[in-house]
């Protein structure tokens, strides 16, 4: 069976946008729920909706695979199944490294979708020599001191770094060094590499925040929405508007000040 070392995706040679590419597992998603469902072919206003996204950008990001469905039929599920796991290079095996077997890498060995999706998961590998040889998931922990010649031995490409932030710039260059070339960073840090180094980072606190966000906007809407919404006033930044201007260390400070 081929590995990740011999055969990359089609999909930069073919044109395809990044933003399609970042859609299409969506797309893949949706469609193999229809699979499993015996579900034989799908509309485009369906699968969009199952996609999250709107009908017009999924017509347009199918039509860079080529495929344009049949009018007052739609689409054939099982071959668009095909088309998209063969652009996102999902007909083939690639071997992963997992490299910090904490929690998550711990977590993420464990995880059962790697397999159905293309994936499999070649070595753990970890620094703390009381790890070694501990089976996660059915996998036994290799030492960090091996990581080249596992990565070399098993034609590995594609790497996981679930270490802590202060050593993962140090891991993501020794995989880059033996030959790493697409990298999935669960550390909360930025990782710098060269050209030809895909980087994909994955920071839950920082979606967690965004969530935050949202949550604290729409609290913010109901509670105009039960007060009446009334407008807040904002004062003249002259001076003699009583408690309204304070005097701040730049001079009179607004009663409301911007966001």
């Not at 070339?181 to 980072?201: E, H, M, Q, W, Y």
């Amino acid at each position: 069976m081929a590995t990740g070392r011999t055969h990359r995706p089609a999909t930069r040679s073919r044109g395809i946008p990044e933003a399609t590419v970042a859609r299409l597992p969506l797309y893949l998603r949706a469609l193999t729920a229809l699979s499993e469902r015996s579900v034989p072919t799908v509309s485009s206003e369906e699968l969009a909706a199952a996609a999250g996204v709107n009908s017009a950008k999924l017509r347009k990001d199918f039509s860079y695979l080529g495929s344009y469905g049949t009018r007052g039929v739609g689409y054939d599920v099982e071959y668009l199944v095909y088309q998209i796991s063969r652009e996102l290079g999902l007909t083939q095996d690639w071997p992963v490294v997992i490299v910090g077997i904490g929690n998550l890498g711990a977590a993420l060995a464990g995880y059962g979708g790697f397999a159905s999706r293309g994936f499999r998961v070649a070595a753990l590998i970890d620094a703390d020599p009381a790890m070694t040889g501990k089976p996660v998931a059915g996998i036994p922990v290799q030492h960090s001191d091996d990581l080249e010649k596992i990565i070399s031995e098993d034609g590995v490409s594609i790497g996981v770094i679930a270490t802590p932030a202060g050593v993962a710039q140090q891991v993501c260059d020794r995989l880059v060094a033996a030959g790493v070339t697409s990298i999935l960073n669960f550390a909360p840090t930025v990782l710098s590499v060269p050209d030809g180094v895909d980087v994909r980072k994955v920071d839950l606190s920082i979606e967690l925040q965004i969530l935050a966000f949202h949550e604290q906007r729409k609290a913010g809407e109901e509670l105009g929405a039960e007060q009446g919404a009334e407008p807040a006033v904002v004062r003249p930044a002259g001076r003699g508007a009583g408690d309204g201007n304070r005097k701040g260390p730049d001079g009179d400070m607004p009663a409301v000040m911007p966001a």
